[in-house]
Nanobody, 117 residues
Framework: QVQLVESGGGLVQVGGSLRLSCAAS????????MGWHRQAPGKQREFVAL???????NYAGSVKGRFTISRDNAENTMYLQMNSLKPEDTAVYYC???????????WGQGTQVTVSS
């Protein structure tokens, strides 16, 4: 099992920045990659960014150039630095970890990000 706990959400003005954290515990060695997804009110959950165990990254087009995903393997923590925030970035942000060997997804409880105009 893998447990994920997000933190760092909050209220920010347009153009501002936030950094989200996702602390992982449990069977960390089994994780193939981790990522962030978000869900806005009335919308489906969508992919934001991912980072593999060897540091490769991928981003949704809507956040590329504004968000940066990173991980600290020593601290078992993943981050999402969000800059130049827009109202459309308002959502609950979820941390996700994937165990590739069994194709198992693990999710955190989510953290709210609200961007006010």
């Amino acid at each position: 099992q893998v447990q994920l706990v997000e933190s760092g959400g909050g209220l920010v003005q347009v153009g501002g920045s936030l950094r989200l954290s996702c602390a992982a515990s449990g069977s960390i060695f089994s994780i193939s990659y981790m990522g962030w997804h978000r869900q806005a009110p009335g919308k489906q959950r969508e992919f934001v960014a991912l980072i593999t165990s060897d540091g490769n990254t991928n981003y949704a087009g809507s956040v590329k150039g504004r968000f940066t995903i990173s991980r600290d393997n020593a601290e078992n923590t993943m981050y999402l630095q969000m800059n130049s925030l827009k109202p459309e970035d308002t959502a609950v942000y979820y941390c996700k970890a994937v165990r590739g060997s069994t194709n198992t997804d693990y999710w955190g409880q989510g953290t709210q990000v609200t961007v006010s105009s």
